[in-house]
RNA sequence: UCCUCGAUAGCUCAAUUGGCGGAGCGAGCGGCUGUUAACCGCUAGGUUGUAGGUUCAAGUCCUACUCGAGGAGCCA
């Protein structure tokens, strides 16, 4: 007999006996029978006592165990479709338990819904319940997905800084910090820059990792500290950059559906919604989607509708806009193409148009909106130096930066991906804020 | 920063026109051999976010504040 099992692999042990350690997830009994829902951390399986096949003493100490009990359960596996758990279908008869720690009575989280304060105050808590265990899973299954492509894709993991010297898109949203003599430090916003120097080096690139941005951001799509994936490629347009979002989005799909049934099944997520994203993914110019906005907008009949969709060439998408654009199609959509003016310095100018930049969005569908911003990066130096200098951006600060661009500038392009934005999608939740282990928002850094 | 909404038992919420603060869950005890957030009975559990005001009387009306949520802007 193996020292003990995990919930994950209990079907391979049916008709044989088994040590099971774990915690008291939930208690029930119904006079001479006793069931326990006891969790693992690999899964929750049930586990049920008979009055007649156990010491009373036993029996009672089962029916009287707190929530949340740490216990050693021996037991034999067997299969019964009326076991609840995840991934359920199979219960454990219980021969002998053994209590680790009887916990407290004073347990806060309920087996029900609560509301997001006293929730998030609970984080440490709270990420034992059903629902935010299956959705951080799926979060590790995103994550390690992501990994797997971009290395069977040739690319490099570059660890990019976390401390940095200055902004790569305006200062007001960093956070700060002292540096000893070096005056401000900044937490980073984004790895772009130093991976725009990692491509001379190693081609293909990426950072991992988390990023900070201190914007006063209040809605079910903003974090402070959150994940980020950045991409950056050598010898790369705009057009094989979108090959690279919409083959990589496209396996973190197919992953999480392969390897995260159960936590779908449980958190009620259609799996239609997931099979349908697979490449190729329409690919629409801002032009046509501005086209396709104005048109609605002049057509909307409703006073308070109307205003929400306003919208004039030039401007960027709010929230409303962008869900119009994905309600075209059923998968998520690419726009490209945007205004300059709406997007950073460093994206390189249309071929012939100066207004319009090598940027692209992809928006997913279901209005979680922009998963991935990226772009074509401007190669040539005097036209980014021109643009620093429009920006009004410090010149010193960027010298490194403009080097890259003096021995051997190549076209290449980059982008960025929200790593909570994409696991809310895949597990069809409604905040980032459960996609995250311990959430960091405006008003939150507790616990 | 702006707009909207909210704060009542450990949790989720009720409380009629301003008129005796309730229920479910959770907890404890008891009952029941298939429960799925079980069910049934009993018990315990309250400075109604804070400070002030109006009133015979305030959970309810007024003022200020604190905290939170949703959205806008900005972004991934």
Same mark, same amino acid.
């Not at 009990?69 to 219960?91: F, H, K, L, N, W």
């Not at 991992?208 to 994936?229: D, I, N, V």
């Not at 809310?424 to 850094?445: D, L, Y």
């Given at each position: 007999?193996?020292? $003990?099992?995990?919930?994950?692999?209990?079907?391979?042990?049916?008709?044989?006996?088994?040590?099971? /350690?774990? &915690?008291?997830?939930?208690?029930?009994?119904? !006079?001479?029978?006793?069931?326990?829902? %006891?969790?693992?951390?690999?899964?929750?399986?049930?586990?049920?006592?008979?009055?007649?096949?156990?010491?009373?003493?036993?029996?009672?100490?089962?029916? *009287?165990?707190?929530? =949340?009990?740490?216990?050693?359960?021996?037991?034999?596996?067997?299969?019964?479709?009326?076991? @609840?758990?995840?991934?359920? !279908?199979?219960? %454990?008869?219980?021969?002998?338990?053994?209590? %680790?720690?009887?916990?407290?009575?004073?347990? @806060?989280?309920?087996?029900?819904?609560?509301? @997001?304060?006293?929730?998030?105050? $609970?984080?440490?808590?709270?990420?034992?319940?059903?629902?935010? &265990?299956?959705?951080?899973?799926?979060?590790?299954?995103?994550?390690?997905?992501?990994?797997?492509w971009l290395d069977e894709n040739g690319f490099v993991e570059m660890?990019t800084?976390?401390?940095?010297?200055?902004?790569?898109?305006?200062?007001?949203?960093?956070?700060?910090?002292?540096?000893?003599?070096?005056?401000?430090?900044?937490?980073?916003?984004?790895?772009q820059?130093y991976n725009e120097a990692n491509i001379f080096a190693f081609g293909k690139v990426y950072c991992?990792?988390?990023?900070?941005?201190?914007?006063?951001? #209040?809605?079910?799509? *903003?974090?402070?500290?959150?994940?980020?994936?950045e991409p950056e490629i050598a010898f790369c347009d705009?057009?094989q950059l979108?090959d690279v979002?919409?083959?990589?989005?496209?396996?973190?799909?197919?992953?999480?559906?392969?390897?995260?049934?159960?936590?779908? #099944?449980?958190?009620?997520?259609?799996?239609? #919604?997931?099979?349908? +994203?697979?490449?190729?993914?329409?690919?629409?110019?801002?032009?046509?989607?501005?086209? $396709?906005?104005?048109?609605?907008?002049? /057509?909307?009949?409703?006073?308070?509708?109307? =205003?929400?969709? /306003?919208?004039?060439?030039?401007?960027?998408?709010?929230?409303? *806009?962008?869900?119009?654009?994905? /309600?075209?199609?059923?998968?998520?959509?690419?726009?490209?193409?945007? @205004?300059?003016?709406?997007?950073?310095?460093?994206?390189?100018?249309?071929?012939?148009?100066?207004?319009?930049?090598?940027?692209?969005?992809?928006?997913?569908?279901?209005?979680?909106?922009? +998963?991935? !911003?990226?772009?074509e990066r401007?190669s040539?130096?005097?036209?980014?130096?021109?643009?620093? $200098?429009?920006?009004?951006?410090?010149?010193?600060?960027?010298? &490194?930066?403009?080097?890259l661009?003096?021995y051997g500038s190549v076209a290449h392009s980059g982008f960025?991906?929200?790593? =909570?934005?994409?696991?809310?999608?895949?597990?069809?939740?409604? *905040?980032?804020?459960?996609?995250?282990?311990?959430?960091?928002?405006?008003?939150?850094?507790?616990?």
């Open positions: 007999m193996p020292s $003990h099992v995990s919930v994950s692999n209990i079907s391979n042990y049916v008709g044989q006996d088994i040590i099971l /350690k774990g &915690w008291v997830y939930n208690r029930t009994h119904k !006079g001479k029978l006793a069931f326990l829902l %006891v969790r693992d951390g690999s899964g929750f399986v049930q586990c049920v006592a008979f009055k007649g096949d156990l010491q009373p003493e036993t029996f009672d100490r089962i029916t *009287h165990l707190p929530q =949340e009990s740490s216990v050693i359960i021996t037991g034999s596996v067997r299969e019964d479709q009326r076991a @609840p758990g995840i991934p359920g !279908g199979y219960e %454990v008869g219980i021969k002998d338990l053994q209590i %680790v720690q009887a916990a407290d009575l004073d347990y @806060p989280m309920a087996l029900k819904d609560h509301g @997001p304060d006293f929730a998030l105050d $609970h984080r440490h808590l709270w990420i034992r319940m059903q629902s935010q &265990w299956a959705i951080l899973r799926v979060r590790a299954v995103v994550m390690a997905a992501t990994r797997q660890s800084p976390i401390l940095t010297p200055a902004a790569a898109e305006g200062t007001t949203t960093l956070f700060e910090t002292e540096y000893f003599d070096e005056g401000k430090a900044y937490l980073a916003q984004t790895g820059l991992f990792g988390p990023t900070f941005r201190a914007e006063k951001s #209040k809605t079910r799509r *903003h974090l402070t500290e959150f994940w980020m994936l705009l057009d979108m979002e919409e083959g990589l989005i496209t396996f973190i799909a197919q992953t999480v559906l392969e390897k995260c049934a159960a936590e779908l #099944k449980f958190l009620g997520r259609d799996a239609v #919604k997931l099979e349908n +994203i697979s490449a190729p993914f329409p690919r629409m110019s801002y032009d046509d989607a501005a086209k $396709h906005l104005i048109d609605l907008y002049e /057509k909307e009949t409703d006073p308070e509708r109307k =205003e929400l969709l /306003k919208f004039e060439w030039g401007m960027d998408f709010g929230a409303p *806009h962008e869900t119009e654009i994905t /309600k075209l199609y059923d998968k998520p959509v690419f726009v490209y193409g945007y @205004p300059s003016a709406v997007k950073a310095f460093y994206m390189e100018p249309w071929p012939g148009r100066p207004e319009v930049c090598k940027s692209v969005d992809l928006l997913a569908p279901e209005g979680y909106g922009e +998963i991935c !911003g990226g772009s401007m040539d130096p005097e036209k980014l130096l021109a643009r620093i $200098h429009k920006e009004g951006l410090p010149e010193e600060a960027y010298k &490194w930066y403009l080097e661009r003096k960025g991906m929200g790593v =909570e934005r994409v696991v809310a999608w895949m597990c069809g939740i409604e *905040h980032v804020r459960e996609a995250i282990p311990f959430p960091r928002t405006i008003k939150r850094i507790y616990p």
